[in-house]
């Protein structure tokens, strides 16, 4: 049975960065929507953008969602 998300971003940790996975696997730490981005296009979602990345039912955001950033 597949997840339900693609990518899990976890909570801001104390330096603001969010520990980002794809298909399970530790991509980075992001530390906006745009490096998001940067690794889901990485992953092989080269036409995803920062809108996208807002909007996409592939991410799960724990914590807070794409505006939260802060610990």
Do not use: C, K, N
């Amino acid at each position: 049975m597949a997840p339900d998300h693609l990518v899990v971003v976890d909570r801001p940790d104390e330096d603001g960065g969010r520990r980002v996975r794809i298909d399970g696997q530790i991509s980075g730490r992001a530390f906006s929507v745009q490096d998001v981005a940067a690794f889901m296009q990485t992953a092989g979602l080269q036409s995803y953008d920062e809108m996208d990345v807002v909007r996409s039912a592939l991410i799960e955001w724990r914590g807070g969602g794409p505006d939260v950033w802060a610990h």
